[in-house]
């Protein structure tokens, strides 16, 4: 199962859960599957370089972890800018600091970002 996939899996896991209680996942779990959703639809593939990473505790159903992530994003043709955001990352698909990666960037939002797979 690809990356694209877990995080298909993930919002599908986050949906299924408030669907059926009411409850379940948090609203920054939410959050996170909504952007994840977005950014698959109409995203820029763009490559970045993971400048930290800081676990938060928080795991979730499918066994990722969440982690506050730093990266500096290198957009085609412009200026390397900095961005810090929270992704859930998943022992099947690993990243660590000072690797290169693909992001898909929110078109209006440049800070709107999630990683999608190594660089």
């Given amino acids: 199962m690809g990356f694209m996939d877990k995080m298909k899996k993930a919002a599908e896991s ?3 859960q408030t669907s059926k209680v009411g409850i ?3 609203a920054d779990q939410m959050a996170l599957a909504n952007r994840a959703q977005k950014l698959m639809k109409s995203g820029v593939d763009t490559p ?3 400048d930290s990473m800081t676990p938060t505790g928080k795991t979730d159903t499918p066994g990722g972890a969440e982690n ?7 957009p085609a043709g412009g ?3 900095a961005v810090s955001m929270n992704q859930y990352i998943y022992p099947s ?4 600091a000072g690797e290169d990666v693909t992001v898909k960037v929110d078109p209006d939002d440049p800070q709107a970002v999630m990683i999608w797979g190594k660089g």
């Fill in 24 to 26: 379940g996942a948090s």
């Fill in 14 to 16: 986050a949906q299924a």
């Fill in 79 to 81: 200026e390397s800018y």
């Fill in 68 to 74: 506050v992530i730093e990266l500096t994003v290198k």
């Fill in 48 to 50: 970045a370089h993971i």
């Fill in 93 to 96: 698909a690993p990243f660590s």
